[in-house]
């Protein structure tokens, strides 16, 4: 089992839809959670942290996570056409070194 | 600087060549960390530095791999005897601490193809 899970995609949603982007983690400790965007050969550019239990607003984006269900997830509002990226999860652990560790990224189309 | 410097930005290199990547992470920035990112995939975790102390180094594929980073400022990844199976994009992050609420700059990458 990989430690951070994503479904590859791709996930294709109309312009002006609600785009649901989600990850799941195998780790019980891990303390926090990361979306990045990427563009195609762009780098990954951080887009949303959460931290807590529940939901989490910025803007189109909102995160949630459950720890318990141990499962993060990204909604985008309104999607756009140059939303289309892939979206990686990434989770740190709560102790020692906490290095983050990336799922292997869900690819969006938002048509116009 | 603004942001995390990567270069170069391209390498091409024959098989048995060795190769040097640099990094300049984002000034004041005491974590420095080296993924690679194989085509289709997540970042993979390599190695990271706290200031000029490499605390993990867990991730280097093979002692063909070295990174050093001497005075806590910039940071070179050089892998020896390149092969094939070393083409990938090579992607330099940095963070100002490593508390968990703390995510990572990426520099643009290098790609590296061998061939």
Redesign the interface.
Known sequence: QKE?EQN?GPLSVPEGAIASLNCTYSDRGS??F?WYRQYSG?????IM?I?SNGDKEDGRFTAQLNKASQYVSLLIRDSQPSDSATY?C?V?R?TG?????????TRLLVSP | GAGVSQSPRYKVAKRGQDVALRCDPISGHVSLFWYQQALGQGPEFLTYFQNEAQLDKSGLPSDRFFAERPEGSVSTLKIQRTQQEDSAVYLCASSPGQGFHYGYTFGSGTRLTVV
């Open positions: 951070v590859s303390q926090s990361f762009k780098s990954p550019e951080l942290s931290y990686l990434a740190k709560g070194f906490q290095k983050l560790v990336f799922g292997t990224g």
